[in-house]
């Protein structure tokens, strides 16, 4: 088996080896220097703030453990449920597995149905950032699943009905004549809707911490999503929420996606010791970075630098006012289909936006398939 040769095995360790080679010494006297900096690291459902020189940390939750998050999405999915028993159908369609399928929804609608009153929404989810508009979220999702209901049943007796051309045309994109909110916007809708209780409340936590945004160190840690999605930052939804919360103080070239690194749980956050441990990895790991971006503005400053800009960075479609229905099934399409995408980016620039523009008031963010209709009179 080959080997380098020795000697020169020897220079290349001297530089990239472990303790006291060049590299990690220098990683690790910036780090020592910087120990006060705090540390911000976003996993796929939890943030976490590590205040710097021993501080105990600071944890808020998002995503799945939240509430709400899965009653919206619950709603959201249904649509593309039907999408996939469609796709089942169509790949096998001698197996009559797809009927069982749409059958089987039918028991969960009618429980939900049961369960979906204003006061749920009220008083089990009872979110800030949905105060006032609870019977109006009942509403959405009532005539959601009446729609499909209804669908399933014509679909079960005119199985011709899951062909993607008739589902396109009755369910998901029909004109309003024949269904006054399409399917495609209670997607979107509903996506909407559970991503204004994250970026808002979110965002109330990160300014509420007095992070001194010129010195954060900033980490969006592991997998997030698909396992090929949220690798970069315009794919990736929690850089934009950081960003925008600093109101632009923070510098863009201190966050960094590392979808290798590890994730933490809630459990960690009892264990003293081993929480501790694993904040200095993650100070190493952008320290790490750091300082081959450091040296490189030393050695390289007669010749034009690197430039990041958040701005440019994002390319999901404008949304133009409430009624751009194509803007919106443009970004669902996008995040279906682009492996890099994160589901939840189809909404949350525009949120994280909209909350930035008019003060944080959650309440008054215009949310396309759910603002402009009023669902109660449907």
């Not at 950032?129 to 005119?158: H, M, N």
Request: proline share 7%.
């Amino acid at each position: 088996m080959y080997q380098p040769q020795a000697d020169f095995a020897g220079l290349f360790h001297a530089f990239t080896g472990g303790p006291g080679a060049i590299g990690p010494e220098l990683t690790a006297l910036m780090l020592a220097q910087q120990a006060g900096n705090p540390l911000l690291v976003s996993t796929a459902s939890d943030i976490a703030l590590f205040p710097g020189q021993s501080a105990a940390p600071r944890m808020e939750s998002f995503r799945k453990s939240t509430r709400g998050f899965i009653e919206l999405t619950a709603i959201s999915h249904l649509p593309l449920a039907i999408a996939y028993v469609a796709r089942r159908r169509e790949l096998a369609p001698g197996d009559a597995a797809w009927r069982a399928q749409l059958q089987g929804l039918l028991p969960h609608i009618a429980k939900v149905r049961a369960a979906n009153v204003a006061e749920m929404w009220r008083q089990h989810v009872n979110l800030p950032a949905f105060a006032g508009q609870e019977a109006k979220i009942a509403a959405l999702v009532a005539y959601t699943l009446d729609t499909t209901e209804a669908y399933i049943q014509r679909a079960l007796a005119d199985a011709a009905l899951l062909d993607f051309d008739a589902l396109a045309a009755q369910y998901f994109d029909p004109p309003v004549e024949q269904l006054p909110v399409s399917m495609n916007a209670i997607m979107f809708a509903t996506f909407g809707l559970a991503y204004v209780d994250i970026a808002y409340r979110i965002g109330a936590w990160l300014r509420g911490s007095g992070i001194d945004w010129a010195r954060a160190m900033v980490l969006v840690s592991g997998q997030s999503g698909r396992p090929t999605a949220g690798v970069t930052w315009s794919s990736n939804s929690m850089c934009n929420l950081v960003w925008r919360v600093s109101d632009g103080q923070m510098p863009a070239d201190r966050l960094y996606v590392a979808p290798h690194a590890p994730g933490f749980s809630v459990d960690q956050f009892q264990d003293r010791a081993a929480l501790a441990e694993l904040e200095q990895t993650y100070r190493r790991l952008w320290m790490h970075t750091r300082t081959s971006v450091e040296v490189s503005r030393q050695m390289f400053a007669r010749h034009p630098a690197y430039v990041f800009s958040p701005d440019t960075a994002r390319d999901m479609p404008p949304i133009h006012g409430l009624d751009d229905q194509a803007a919106c099934v443009a970004r669902l399409r996008r995040i279906m289909e682009d492996p890099q995408q994160l589901l939840v980016n189809c909404v949350a620039d525009y949120v994280v936006d909209e909350l930035q523009r008019n003060g944080h008031r959650p309440g008054e963010v215009p949310i396309p398939g759910f603002t402009n209709v009023d669902y109660e009179k449907l």
